[in-house]
């Protein structure tokens, strides 16, 4: 019988990472081209169509594409589009995956990244078995993905699962998308820096955490026992804790994975949250739901993300 | 062809109602005992079913039972039972859907009261056709069914959609499940006259409302121009409008329904509600969401809601 491949696609603000995935979630061949160099989407997909063919000459005899699987920011589930995503430079609404799937020949799914990823972490990560999970990416923003009875949530118009952009504070911290307080301002990369910056000029420190620094930055200096660095990360996690607790009032799920740069952190930022979690849990919530890491490889986990799309929608 | 009938039962803390609903919604019998005469359940069931039984007599040669749906306070829809009702003088777990079934030989189903409403909503109200969508009821606490892709979200243990225990302000109003700051202790009928007394005692005004006032009272008030009244209004719908646009980031609903006593004070909740909705709704989200009052008849809403679990139950 031939053996199916699947083609992942992550496109992102700078790169865009693709490759070809097995059903076991080994990848065959993995390439990165920078997206900024396409101005026009269509001249994009032809690159990476070639490369995609080129790389499936070795296989041809024994497997078959099955489909392509595509991530990327602004995506609709729906309709197979990337709509007027911010940080590309597409500009309307671009049906990528016609694009996709027509050069290829084959089916071609496309989703957000985090849904992507949540989709990766059910087929190939900690979520295998589980049917309700929530997935958080703690990178620059806050980014989910919400599982329900074994399916995605996309709601009425596949932009369900904004976890970072749920109002904790109405007063609070601006945020990019022009509102006040949401959770990515304070739970992401990008917060526990303005978090460590604030808490460093409020002891009348000299602030230097530049542009450089980034959750890895604030990591290490609480690793070495930086007392500032550590009340950063519990105040994070006190905050974070407290927004999964309201997302379990929603979804009631098994366990809630965290990925990205700041799920890395170990105890750092698991601890506060599960504690702040645990506080602020309603009664009949408490003590039944996990709070894990991801246990996708950080630098795969987009195309074997992308991938999933394809190899859950066989029921995989 | 045989037609069919199906029993709905609501079993509340005072009172238990059950009728026979046909296929469209008509209900062809009601009645109502009180739950507290029988402090064991296996009473209440075989009264219940005597009535069901004797009502049923002049349908036999038409009709058959096709199945009892069952609406109760911290019911499992997974396991079909009552689980530790703070309401309810039954204590620990009871297999109430076990019960009926076997007493009246036919399938039962069982789940909380919020959710049946919100599948009465989608088999009878203003939800047909719609496969996402959120209800509220803004009763003595808030309570609420979540419906994603046609189905209701029950979560892993089947206690999923507890909106009323989101925390919106970490040190906010005490409520009755131990913590502060939950919405229902804001936006319920308890939260509304909670929030007239604070403003009557922020005017140093002889508070007088007493255990008597209600919702209805504060709307009677506020009919009648007077200004504290309709103070209380804006301040509830500011809260359940920023809650609402919280809970669009989960599920991206197509509408969000209120039932209950509060939602029939028509523009006096509604219209604060939707301002502070869209005002608080990431910018994706704005201008596409419904908000409107559940089409559900007030009285018969528990037993149509009920009812509806075994008609939805056939894909009907």
């Known amino acids: 019988m031939t053996q199916q491949l699947v083609a ?3 496109i992102g603000g700078t790169n865009t990472t693709f490759g070809l995935v097995d059903a076991r979630g080994t990848i065959l061949f993995k390439e990165t081209i920078a997206t900024e160099h396409f101005p026009i989407p269509e001249d994009l997909v032809a690159v990476v169509c070639e490369h995609i063919k080129k790389a499936f000459e070795p296989f041809a005899g024994k497997y078959e594409l099955k489909g392509i699987g595509i991530g990327a920011p602004n995506g609709n589930f729906f309709k197979g589009t ?4 911010p940080n590309l430079k597409w500009k309307g609404i671009v049906p990528l995956a016609k694009l996709f799937s027509e050069r290829l020949d084959c089916k071609a799914l496309l989703t957000n990244d985090a849904n992507a990823a949540a989709i990766g972490e059910m087929i190939f990560g900690g979520a295998r078995g589980m049917k309700d999970f929530i997935f958080i990416t703690l990178g620059t923003g806050l980014g989910s993905g919400i599982v329900v009875n074994g399916e995605m949530v996309y709601g009425h118009d596949s932009f369900a699962g904004e976890l970072g952009h749920v109002i904790m504070f109405p007063d609070g911290r601006q945020c990019g998308c022009g509102r006040k307080g949401c959770l990515e301002t304070y739970c992401s990369a990008t917060g526990i820096k303005r978090t460590y910056s604030d808490l460093l000029i409020g002891q009348h420190e000299k602030v230097n955490v530049g542009m450089g620094a980034d959750a ?3 990591y290490n200096k ?7 660095a550590i009340e950063a990360f ?3 996690g006190d905050i974070l804790g407290l927004a999964l607790a309201n997302s379990v009032a929603y979804t009631s799920p098994e366990a809630i994975f965290l990925f990205g740069g700041l799920a890395l952190s170990g105890d750092f930022i698991f601890k506060p949250t599960i504690e702040s979690f645990e506080r602020n849990l309603l009664p009949i919530y408490k003590n039944k739901i996990k ?9 795969d986990a987009a195309i074997l993300g992308a991938a999933s799309l394809i190899w859950k929608d066989d029921g995989h």
């Open 216 to 218: 890895r930055y604030i």
């Open 82 to 85: 990337i709509e007027f995503a």
């Open 8 to 10: 992942g696609i992550d």
């Open 291 to 299: 709070i894990l890491p991801s246990k996708l490889p950080e630098n």
């Open 234 to 236: 519990n105040y994070t």
């Open 222 to 228: 609480a690793v070495g026992g930086d007392k500032t």
